[in-house]
Nanobody, 115 residues
Framework: QVQLVESGGGLVQSGGSLRLSCAAS????????MTWYRQAPGKQRELVAR???????NYGDSVKGRFTISRDNGKNTVYLQMNSLKPEDTAVYYC?????????WGQGTQVTVSS
């Protein structure tokens, strides 16, 4: 069983920064692509950023140039550095890892950006 635990969310003013963390259990971590998604009230879940096992990254159009995804395989952790935050970034942010054993999600962490 894989467990993903997100942390780092909170309330921040527009233009501010937050860093989210997703800690994963198990020894599999370095082999898999890790993805951050977010879901705002009344909206579909959307991809925020993805990082492959060898460090290649891609981002949703709305966060390009503002967010940075990274990983520390030694700590089984993936990070999302969020800068220049906007009110439209307000959402619950989820960590995800699809594996051959299942598609795993964290419980989510709330990010609220005030204008």
């Amino acid at each position: 069983q894989v467990q993903l635990v997100e942390s780092g969310g909170g309330l921040v003013q527009s233009g501010g920064s937050l860093r989210l963390s997703c800690a994963a259990s198990g020894s599999f971590f370095s082999f898999y692509t890790m993805t951050w998604y977010r879901q705002a009230p009344g909206k579909q879940r959307e991809l925020v950023a993805r990082i492959t096992s060898d460090g290649n990254t891609n981002y949703g159009d709305s966060v390009k140039g503002r967010f940075t995804i990274s990983r520390d395989n030694g700590k089984n952790t993936v990070y999302l550095q969020m800068n220049s935050l906007k009110p439209e970034d307000t959402a619950v942010y989820y960590c995800n890892v699809p594996t051959q054993y299942g598609n795993y999600w964290g419980q989510g962490t709330q990010v609220t950006v005030s204008s």
